[in-house]
């Protein structure tokens, strides 16, 4: 089939979405699709390449950030997008969109069936189903939920990434079905090592630095770990944003600046090694989807210690590969991190867990069941 895809992002921009994008584009070409990306055009960038066999083009918008966008450069893109999508489709012959969240790639496939008659499907990574982030868009959703209804109403079908997505949905619309279909890693590539110890316990994070990714949990909870703790240990942050001044000053009259390293954005295809050097993975999210970061650090067996919200709690399991934090429980939080730091044998079993986990997500897998799907809708 010729796959037209559609998502603002595209490595290196972007987050998880982005890199859900990525092995689309890579398990699609090997399954024998001719694949075509529309995405941003983000500083010097190409405007056009060929990344593991598809195309990608990058079209005029408005991105002033490589891992976040607002609302309004959403809303440029989706006006671009839609303009380019629409002449590309007068040009080429395309059997099937798929978009990669609701808002906007969703609106300009929804729109694109009106006029080109083309067949699409949305996949809803979080945020664009209804109710699913609050913390940022609880005053939105009421506005927006009709047009979101009526863009996954017209689509052929609708994945979420997690069990509490679909629950989320039916309750927004119980007329359509929600698939669930997870994101998964590359297990391949990331994968344990072999190395020595480190010198320090070394807690990872990665994530973009806005309040919703709940870094500031953390930041709480380092007074206790280091009265809990007989070893030395230390945070690494990867990632940035504006909210790091205010981490940096939550951590700063917490008398805790000492125990965060921030390193800024790695390179995805360097970003296996962030997790492999690492002890302990840490994710404390308001919200989530399905985190990529928390399935990849699964994957280089590493134990997790995340938010038990829709996504998370999933695929972290409390006690077997590591533990569950339930909102701002920055107690169980720091007590929970203490045992880790101090307890080797306990990070290894609960890391080989993990490895053994997320070989049940191996994306190879799960771009075979969206290769079924499309294969239905020839």
Same mark, same amino acid.
């Given at each position: 089939? %010729?796959?037209?895809?559609?998502?603002? &992002?595209?490595?290196?921009?972007? @987050?998880?979405?982005?890199?859900?994008? /990525?092995?689309?584009? %890579?398990?699609?070409?090997?399954?024998?699709?001719?694949?075509?990306?529309?995405?941003?055009?983000? %500083?010097?960038?190409?405007?056009? &390449? #060929?990344?593991?066999?598809?195309?990608?083009?990058?079209?005029?918008?408005?991105?002033?950030?490589?891992?976040?966008?607002?609302?309004?450069?959403?809303?440029?893109?989706?006006?671009?997008?839609?303009?380019? *999508?629409?002449?590309?489709?007068?040009?080429?012959?395309?059997?099937?969109?798929?978009?990669?969240?609701?808002?906007?790639?969703?609106?300009?496939?929804?729109?694109?069936?009106?006029?080109?008659?083309?067949?699409?499907? +949305?996949?809803?990574?979080?945020?664009?189903?209804?109710?699913?982030?609050?913390?940022?868009?609880?005053?939105?959703?009421?506005?927006?939920?009709?047009?979101?209804?009526?863009?996954?109403? =017209?689509?052929?079908?609708?994945?979420? *990434?997690?069990?509490?997505?679909?629950?989320?949905?039916?309750?927004?619309?119980?007329?359509?079905?929600?698939?669930?279909?997870?994101?998964?890693?590359?297990?391949?590539?990331?994968?344990?090592? &072999?190395?020595?110890?480190?010198?320090? #316990? /070394?807690?990872?994070?990665?994530?973009?630095?806005?309040?919703?990714?709940?870094?500031?949990?953390?930041?709480?909870?380092?007074?206790?770990?280091?009265?809990?703790?007989? #070893?030395?240990?230390?945070?690494?942050?990867?990632?940035?944003?504006?909210?790091?001044?205010?981490?940096?000053?939550?951590?700063?009259?917490?008398?805790?600046?000492?125990?965060?390293?921030?390193?800024?954005? #790695?390179?995805?295809?360097?970003?296996?090694?962030?997790?492999?050097?690492?002890?302990?993975?840490?994710?404390?999210?308001?919200?989530?989807?399905?985190?990529?970061?928390?399935?990849?650090?699964?994957? *280089?067996?590493?134990?997790?210690?995340?938010?038990? +919200?829709?996504?998370?709690?999933?695929?972290?399991?409390? @006690?077997?590969?590591?533990?569950?934090?339930? @909102?701002?429980?920055?107690?169980?939080?720091? %007590?929970?991190?203490?045992?880790?730091?101090?307890?080797? &044998?306990?990070?290894? =079993?609960?890391?080989?867990?993990?490895?053994?986990?997320?070989?049940?997500?191996?994306?190879?897998?799960?771009?075979?069941?969206?290769?079924?799907?499309?294969?239905?809708?020839?």
């Amino acid at each position: 089939m %010729k796959l037209l895809l559609i998502n603002n &992002e595209f490595p290196p921009i972007g @987050g998880g979405g982005s890199t859900v994008t /990525k092995y689309a584009v %890579k398990h699609l070409v090997a399954a024998g699709h001719e694949v075509t990306l529309i995405t941003s055009r983000y %500083k010097d960038l190409p405007k056009r &390449e #060929v990344i593991d066999g598809g195309t990608v083009i990058r079209i005029p918008t408005i991105r002033r950030h490589s891992d976040w966008s607002a609302p309004w450069e959403l809303v440029v893109f989706g006006i671009s997008a839609l303009v380019y *999508c629409f002449w590309y489709s007068l040009r080429h012959r395309v059997d099937f969109i798929q978009a990669y969240f609701a808002v906007p790639a969703g609106w300009v496939a929804w729109v694109l069936s009106y006029l080109r008659g083309i067949p699409y499907a +949305v996949y809803f990574g979080g945020s664009d189903i209804p109710n699913a982030n609050p913390s940022r868009f609880k005053h939105i959703y009421p506005f927006i939920t009709p047009l979101l209804r009526a863009i996954w109403r =017209r689509a052929e079908f609708r994945t979420v *990434c997690s069990d509490d997505l679909v629950r989320l949905g039916e309750a927004a619309d119980p007329t359509s079905e929600f698939m669930l279909i997870p994101n998964g890693v590359e297990t391949a590539r990331f994968q344990p090592i &072999e190395r020595p110890a480190n010198p320090k #316990v /070394k807690i990872l994070f990665i994530g973009r630095l806005i309040p919703r990714k709940g870094f500031q949990r953390v930041v709480k909870a380092l007074p206790k770990v280091r009265e809990l703790t007989n #070893v030395p240990f230390e945070v690494e942050v990867v990632g940035t944003g504006e909210y790091q001044n205010e981490l940096d000053a939550l951590a700063s009259s917490l008398g805790v600046s000492d125990l965060i390293r921030y390193v800024g954005t #790695v390179p995805y295809d360097q970003l296996q090694k962030s997790y492999q050097y690492a002890d302990i993975f840490v994710l404390t999210s308001l919200s989530e989807g399905m985190p990529v970061v928390v399935l990849e650090a699964m994957g *280089c067996g590493l134990p997790v210690l995340a938010s038990d +919200v829709g996504g998370n709690n999933e695929i972290v399991r409390e @006690g077997e590969n590591g533990y569950l934090i339930d @909102g701002d429980d920055i107690d169980k939080l720091a %007590k929970d991190l203490a045992r880790l730091i101090d307890e080797p &044998e306990l990070r290894q =079993r609960m890391g080989a867990k993990s490895r053994e986990i997320s070989l049940q997500y191996d994306w190879a897998e799960i771009m075979q069941r969206y290769n079924e799907l499309y294969s239905q809708h020839k």
